[in-house]
């Protein structure tokens, strides 16, 4: 690649020499567009992520402005737009009367999911307090905006430890409820809204399901007894040695049955026969 090196000399034009003219006409067009792009990428080089300015008033409990510095600090993540962010860190003293003023890229919809802004509040008068911070992409922003708690929204969230209390302050412990599966022995008197469904038992002292005692008496009495009433036997009727008191009030009947027909047997006999 060539281009033309002749310079006339002694020529000027506007105060400046021709030849300066004739050589940046006579460079190639390659090297123009070379050069519109260089100038392109180092715009976009210096041009970085739109940052959301989060301003507010930062007050104490006693109502008087507080005055300190807040330390911040992030995970690496990408942008909603897909910027990727390096994990960092900055900090920002409190202005006059508590004014808070820092700008941030916004991190809502970012990925990794649930990223947050780490702000540790370090006051004058000693207090330590962390938050956590989702910044959006409207701007200005204030604190009540970019205030998040870990673990509000869906389940991946990370929690906090304020969080995690929170909700196990209402939950039994472990040794005050029943458990699925294990030995254990329950006190007190229960009730039950609907029948509970037990297995078949096995051993003697488990308890029985409807199923197994309906199996269990349903042969029970059926033509093995003698009903009360309106009934037949059949058959030899053979009483244990235990029922001798009933033998003996059948025999003493039969005995006092045979001594009242002869008694009855022999008046008669004294009648006919006219015996005095």
Not at 217 to 229: E, L, M, Q
């Amino acid at each position: 690649m060539s281009w033309n090196t002749h310079r006339p000399r002694g020529r000027f034009f506007n105060g400046q020499k021709l030849e300066v003219m004739v050589w940046l006409l006579a460079a190639p067009l390659s090297w123009m567009m070379w050069l519109a792009v260089g100038v392109v990428q180092i715009a976009h080089a210096q041009t970085g992520p739109a940052t959301t300015l989060v301003s507010d008033t930062v007050y104490r409990a006693d109502s008087s402005p507080a005055q300190g510095v807040l330390l911040i600090s992030w995970p690496p993540f990408t942008t909603a737009t897909g910027v990727p962010v390096a994990a960092g860190n900055t900090s920002t003293p409190l202005g006059a009367g508590g004014a808070l003023a820092v700008n941030l890229v916004a991190n809502v919809s970012a990925t990794p999911a649930n990223t947050y802004y780490s702000v540790v509040y370090q006051l004058d008068d000693g207090t330590v307090r962390t938050e956590y911070w989702l910044v959006p992409t409207t701007s200005p922003a204030n604190l009540a905006t970019v205030r998040a708690t870990p673990g509000s929204g869906t389940t991946a969230q990370l929690a906090s430890q304020q969080y995690v209390n929170a909700a196990l302050a209402a939950k039994a412990s472990d040794d005050a409820v029943v458990h699925i599966a294990g030995a254990e022995t329950i006190a007190g008197t229960k009730q039950f809204a609907v029948p509970p469904s037990v297995p078949a038992p096995a051993a003697s002292a488990d308890a029985a399901n409807k199923a197994y005692v309906d199996s269990a008496v349903a042969a029970v009495g059926a033509g093995a007894y003698v009903a009360k009433t309106g009934d037949t036997m059949s058959g030899p009727l053979l009483l244990s040695a235990e029922h001798s008191d009933i033998r003996r009030s059948v025999y003493d009947r039969l005995v006092n049955a045979a001594i009242a027909v002869a008694i009855s047997a022999a008046i008669a006999l004294h009648d006919h026969l006219g015996l005095k």
